[in-house]
């Protein structure tokens, strides 16, 4: 059984930087592709950020490109989000998700099981 285990949201000011960590079980995690997406109150969910399972592929949504780094930890079964210069429009709940292909516009979606439960990140004006 599959789990994906986000941490590390929280409150912070526009400017103020955040990194989530999220941590796999039940997969061979060095053989998967990982992401994150994000769904901000009363918006669609939308794709972050995915990286490759050797890391050599990323992948990033236009609005977070330069502000937002995805990184990974094999042997801890573990994958980052670093995220930089917040906005209040990064508000949002942010979902890690197991097996996010790395390429642009995929339009593939991972199943339910796939997905952590989020963690809230909120930045205040």
């Known amino acids: 059984q599959v789990q994906v285990a986000e941490s590390g949201g929280g409150l912070v000011q526009a400017g103020g930087s955040l990194r989530l960590s999220c941590e796999v079980s039940?997969?061979?995690?060095?053989?998967?592709?990982m992401g994150w997406y994000r769904q901000a109150p009363g918006k669609k969910r939308e794709f972050v950020a995915a990286m490759s399972w050797s890391g050599s592929i990323i992948n990033y949504h236009g609005n977070v490109k330069g502000r937002f780094t995805i990184s990974r930890d094999n042997a801890k079964n573990t994958v980052y989000l670093q995220m930089n210069n917040l906005t209040p429009e990064d508000t949002a709940i942010y979902f890690c998700?197991?097996?996010?292909?790395?390429?642009?516009?995929?339009?593939?979606?991972?199943?339910?099981?796939?997905w952590g439960q989020g963690t809230t990140v909120t930045v205040s004006s």
């Open positions: 998700v197991v097996d996010t292909p790395p390429t642009p516009n995929s339009t593939y979606i991972p199943r339910d099981e796939l």
């Open positions: 039940g997969r061979t995690f060095n053989r998967d592709d």
